[in-house]
Every structure is written in structure tokens, then in C-alpha cells.
């Protein structure tokens, strides 16, 4: 070999040995199809926006985003199996407001929340609704309130399992309002709108996507919603705050999450190809249908808007006297 080309062969093998290896990574990645662990059953609220999102990052990203369900233990069991994963991209988890619930509300889970996952962005706020059922005969929250504290601990309310973002809603719905009910978890959002329709428990603070329909066709009756503004898909129903409970908004929130240590190129492209999805048309529509909002952050926001929330959700547990699983 020539003395000059044996040269510029040295530099090249020095130059790529002296690339990061997540460099390497995103030039490379997505090579083969991702696994999207959502922590809930099919058909709750996160497994309906992780399919709307995933299908258009499938198609922008040239590879399949396979959903997996892994519901059960308020999500918990899905967030082991993430925590618990190659960090390479090739597993990630769009979980709910609930990651930030489960610190408080387990006495000791297979991972840490805030050091074994890096946050992607989120993807959504969607508001959960008051329902009850139109055989309770009432029809505002102001009734509600009234036979909460005509009999009190006479009502339940229905949660997607013991410490997920609905019951912590319910609690602080409950504080609040200085009501006394009882919760009645359910595995996830499919049981517990059915016990409410059916009347066997009294009402739920449930995601706007699993009763929509039901609302519409008078199955159910929104009393108010817990966001910090109406909903725009129930434009005419009240915010509780609006309806006579201040200080009892929650954020009900979805977003992308992947293991730890996961090449920040890799998480970084995740985050601009959701950002892509939530830009399209099909995305938009599909959102406006649900009755939820398109929300994003850069990676280090949303690492730090978890932090913030796992300590203002551990005061909020406290402060309900919740028992720790």
C-alpha cells in the first residue's frame, strides 16, 4: 500500500473510533422495530394516544413502533419491564401522570422512578371527567357534594387502580372538597366506566377518551372536569374549581418515557419525531376526537417537570392519608 493512502486509512479508523458510540447509534437507529411497553390495558386512554402517536412515527421513522400491553399494579409492571431494558432505543414506554404517583404509593418498587428513566417528552394533557351514572339522579356537582355530605362515607368512586392519576384526582377532589368516599380500584379505565354506567359505583374522575361516547349518547353525565380549564371537547361542562371546589385541579398528562442511559441522540430524535406526529393532520383530528391536547417539552424540561410532580404528588399522598402498597 502506498505510504500516502496507508496515511489517510490511519486517519479514518481514527476519526471513526474517536466518534461517540451514540453518534455511531443515530446513524444507524432505527435499524429494526421499536417495543412501546404502555403500562395500562388496551383501550384505556394511553393505549388510544400511544397507537394514534406511534402509527405516524412508524411511517416517518421507516420502522414499526410495536405497542405492548403490560397493564396491571397501577402501571408499575410495565414500568419494570422498561426500567429493566437495553437502554438502545429499541424499548421505550408512553405511560401516564401516574409514573409520578407510584413513588409516593408503593412501599418498594423493581426500580427507581426518577434514576432509571429518562424522559422523552410528553405527548398529551387530557382531562379527566366527573361521571356518574343518570340512574343517580343527579345532574350538577353541587348535587354530588350534597349527598357526599348528607351521609358521609356513603359514596365510592371508581379509580384505574390504587394510585394511578385518576385516583389521585379523586383524592384531591376529595380534600378539597372536604368529602369523605371511598375508592374502588379497578385493573383499568374499561372496568371502571362499566361499574359507573351500571350504577354499582357512584362516580369516577375518568380520561375524557373511554366515556366520550357515552356521555354523548346520555349514558353518562359529566358533572365537571378536573383540569385547570374546560375541556375543548365538553366546552358547556364546568372546571370543578368553577363549579365550587377550588384547589382541586389536576393535571392528567401522557408522555414518552425510555430507560436510562439511553443515548441522548436517540432520545432526542424520539422527542422531535413525536413533535412531527403531533404536527399532522391525522394527528390533530384524532386528538380534537379524543378531547385532548397536544403537549411537548424538550427531554431535560420533562425530566424536570417529573421531578417537580413526584414531590408535589408524595405531598398530596400525605396528605390524603393514603396507604402505601
Known amino acids: 500500500m502506498q505510504p500516502q493512502r496507508r496515511l489517510v486509512h490511519t486517519l479514518l479508523a481514527s476519526l471513526a473510533l474517536a466518534l461517540p458510540l451514540s453518534s455511531l447509534a443515530q446513524g444507524s437507529y432505527p435499524n429494526r422495530p421499536i417495543k412501546v411497553i404502555v403500562p395500562f390495558p388496551a383501550g384505556s386512554t394511553t393505549d388510544i394516544i400511544a397507537r394514534a402517536i406511534t402509527d405516524k412515527m412508524s411511517q416517518s421513522m421507516g420502522q414499526t413502533l410495536v405497542v405492548e400491553n403490560r397493564g396491571g399494579a397501577s402501571g408499575t409492571i410495565g414500568q419494570a419491564a422498561v426500567a429493566q431494558a437495553a437502554a438502545d432505543g429499541y424499548t421505550i414506554m408512553i405511560h401516564s401522570s401516574s409514573h409520578t404517583v407510584s413513588p409516593s404509593t408503593f412501599a418498594k418498587l423493581p426500580f427507581d422512578t426518577e434514576r432509571d428513566f429518562v424522559g422523552v417528552t410528553p405527548i398529551s394533557t387530557t382531562p379527566n371527567v366527573l361521571v356518574i351514572s343518570p340512574s343517580k339522579n343527579i345532574k350538577t356537582l353541587g348535587e354530588l357534594l350534597a349527598a357526599a355530605r348528607a351521609k358521609p362515607g356513603a359514596l365510592n368512586f371508581a379509580s384505574a387502580g390504587q394510585g394511578s392519576a385518576t385516583h389521585l384526582n379523586a383524592e384531591k377532589f376529595k380534600l378539597a372538597a372536604k368529602i369523605d368516599a371511598m375508592n374502588v380500584p379497578f385493573k383499568g379505565s374499561a372496568e371502571a366506566v362499566t361499574e359507573v354506567m351500571a350504577g354499582r359505583v357512584d362516580y369516577y374522575f375518568s380520561p375524557i377518551a373511554p366515556v366520550i361516547g357515552q356521555i354523548r349518547n346520555n349514558q353518562l353525565v359529566p358533572l365537571a372536569v378536573g383540569s385547570p380549564r374546560r375541556a375543548s371537547a365538553l366546552p358547556n361542562v364546568p372546571t370543578t374549581a368553577e363549579a365550587g371546589v377550588p384547589g382541586s385541579e389536576f393535571n392528567f398528562w ?30 390533530k383530528e384524532r386528538f380534537e376526537k379524543l378531547g385532548a391536547d397536544a403537549w411537548t417539552l424538550r427531554p431535560e424540561q420533562f425530566d424536570t417537570y417529573i421531578r417537580d410532580e413526584i414531590k408535589s404528588n408524595a405531598v398530596l399522598v400525605k396528605a390524603a392519608g393514603l396507604q402505601v402498597q
Do not use: F, S
Open 254 to 283: 401522557i408522555g414518552m418515557m425510555a430507560p436510562a442511559k439511553t443515548p441522548r441522540d436517540i432520545v432526542n430524535r424520539l422527542a422531535d419525531e413525536v413533535a412531527k406526529a403531533l404536527a399532522t393532520a391525522e394527528v
